[in-house]
């Protein structure tokens, strides 16, 4: 979590400013992020696995890739034709390849930036201290949006991975009864705000 090693640092590094995350949205919005990470899920082989492939992109890995993925190819032809026999051919990419590439990218960003990054003047201290991950207090409508299923229970899905789901209420409230305290950020929004204004106020000051 949050070491050199993981493939999910794409969405971001836990000592990331809000104004480097705003220029990744960007990112996000050009799809460049979406084609790295397409770029990640083209790897078979484990022992030679790259966390970042695209930095050192070479004719035979973009030939594997496509060996990789034509099975996807495929089935986003059969996709395409499927929305262009019932409503045309750019449904498909205004409601089906935009917010996959768009989208997706953009709030799983998010998501990262309040779940795993550091708050603001948070300095890590040794190895383990950069393995942060904190629960959310999600409003009704960041729950619709953003984070579904139970999601903003974040730090114990890391804490138990193999708890489904759907039981993730009942060990916060387990937790919480042993005294166990859970971090938590004041939803996904209120998060982002009181990092941006703490980062202003350490500028000013």
């Known amino acids: 979590l949050n070491t050199e090693l993981d493939s999910d640092r794409i969405w971001g590094r836990p000592n990331e400013s809000m104004a480097v995350i705003r220029g990744k949205w960007v990112d996000d919005i050009l799809m460049i992020t979406a084609i790295k990470r397409l770029l990640q899920y083209s790897q078979t082989d484990r022992k030679s696995y790259e966390v970042a492939p695209w930095r050192k992109l070479s004719p035979a890995f973009l030939l594997q890739a496509l060996r990789v993925l034509w099975p996807v190819a495929i089935t986003q032809l059969i996709v395409l034709a ?15 390849v935009l917010p996959i590439f768009v ?3 953009a709030l799983i960003r998010l998501r990262t930036t309040v779940e795993h990054s550091f708050d603001a003047g948070y300095v890590p201290n040794g190895p383990e201290a950069i393995w942060v991950a904190r629960s959310v207090n999600a409003t009704w409508i960041e729950r619709l949006i953003i984070a579904p299923l139970n999601i903003p229970y974040h730090f114990e899905h890391h804490l138990l991975p193999g708890v489904p789901y759907y039981n993730l209420p009942k060990v916060r409230k387990l937790l919480e009864a042993n005294g166990f305290p859970v971090p938590t950020a004041p939803g996904y929004l209120g998060f982002v705000l009181v990092k941006v204004k703490a980062e202003h106020l350490a500028v000013i000051t």
């Open 82 to 96: 499927y929305y262009s026999l019932v409503i045309g051919p750019h449904f498909y990419f205004l409601v089906y």
């Open 103 to 105: 989208l997706y990218p």
